[in-house]
Every structure is written in C-alpha cells, then in structure tokens.
C-alpha cells in the first residue's frame, strides 16, 4: 500500500475541526481541574475538619478510577442517577475534569510542602502578614516546584481526551476513525493524526523537561 497525500489533504479540514474540539476539551477539563485541585489541596494541606477528610475521599477515589470508566460512568449511570442528561462534549469535560482535580490538588499540595519551613517561619518570625508570606515566600517557589509535573500532566490530560470519542464527541481521534471508515485510508489518516498529537504533546515534554532542570539547578 502506497500513502497518498491527498488522502491527508483531503483529512485535514476534517481532522482541524476534531483538534479544536480535541483542545476545547482539554482546556475546559484542565481549567475547572484546576479550580478544584486547589480547594482539595487547601482540605489536605489543613490536615483536619470536614474538608480535610472529603479531600482524602476525593483524591482516593478519583486518582484510583481509569478515566475509561469514568466517562462510561458520567455518560450513561449519570443520568440514571441526576435525572439529568448530560451531552457527549459535557459528559467529557465533567468525566476529565474529576481525575484532574484530584491529581493536580496533588501536585500542588507537594509544590507547596517542598518550600522549606525554616523560610516561612522566618518570615513569621520578622512579623510578616500571612498572605504576604503565602504570596511573596510560598508561591514563587512552590510554583516552580510544580512547574514540571504539572506540564507533564498537560500531556497525560491530551492523551486522554482521545478516550471521550467513546462516547460520540467528534474531538481528533472520533473524526480520524469516522473518515477512515468512510475512505478506507486507514494508513494516511491515524498517520497524520499520530503526528498532529506528536506536534502537541512533544514540545510539553521538552517543557517538562527543561523545568526539572531549572529546578534541579537551583536546588544546588
């Protein structure tokens, strides 16, 4: 079998309206992932009251459920359930969304816990507000700490939205698989499509890569 070109050129308008939909996803589930990530990590880093043990509940359940199962679970038992019939794309981002809160308030939790105590307390010590400390001492070094793993979750999270076409939403993989089914052309379509999420996730990896350096050099 020959790869024809065309074929690609043909896909490409196609495959552009799966990517948009494929980054809608991604953006919308790692928004509202981080929004969440940040109200559980604030419950794990307090370490009592009721926030503290739904926070424990939240990360143990979502961080252990394959996202396959989630989105199954949101699409089909949600209704079921809620009484409430949610679409493809919605059923997406929300069955995305859960995971992402949990493994980012993670993230952010060993960002925040990696900062040396002795420099909070010292700048208690020096009579210092806490938001100031928080912002000023806290926050910048925490957020270089995450830097990496977060970006790597970035990819993880691209990955995973292909698994929504499971469920019908025409985001990249969904469109690929319906235009390979209708042309047959099956090598010039998940070819194209395997280099449009290289051309993506790649340069996040170098990303990832080169904060773990900066950190590493810095922790010297």
């Given amino acids: 079998m020959t790869f024809e070109f065309k074929v690609v050129l043909d896909a490409f308008p196609v495959l552009l309206q799966g990517l948009w939909m ?5 953006a919308a589930s790692l928004l509202l992932g981080i929004a969440i990530g940040l109200f559980v ?4 880093i307090l370490r009592r009251g009721v926030i503290y043990y739904f926070a424990n509940i939240y990360v143990g359940i979502f961080r252990g459920l394959p996202e396959t199962v989630m989105i199954f679970w949101v699409y089909y038992c949600g209704p079921l359930l809620l009484n409430v019939k949610l679409s493809g794309p919605a059923s997406g981002i929300l069955a995305l969304t859960l995971p992402a809160g949990a493994y980012l308030a ?5 960002g925040i816990e990696a900062v040396p105590r002795g420099q909070v307390e010292a700048a208690r010590a020096l009579g210092l507000s806490e938001p100031w400390v928080a912002w000023h001492v806290v926050a910048p070094q925490a957020i270089r700490m995450m830097t990496a793993p977060f970006v790597g979750f970035v990819t993880i999270l691209l990955k995973n939205s292909s698994l929504v076409s499971a469920v019908g939403v025409a985001e990249l993989f969904y469109r690929a698989v319906v235009f390979g ?7 010039e379509i998940f070819t194209t499509v395997g280099v449009i999420y290289f051309c993506l996730i790649f340069p996040l990896s170098l990303a990832a890569q080169y904060a773990e350096r900066r950190v590493a050099l810095r922790q010297q």
């Fill in 22 to 26: 494929t980054l809608i996803l991604v």
């Fill in 41 to 44: 990590c604030a419950g794990r």
């Fill in 106 to 110: 993670e993230i952010f939790r060993a």
């Fill in 181 to 187: 089914d209708t042309s047959y052309r099956y090598l």
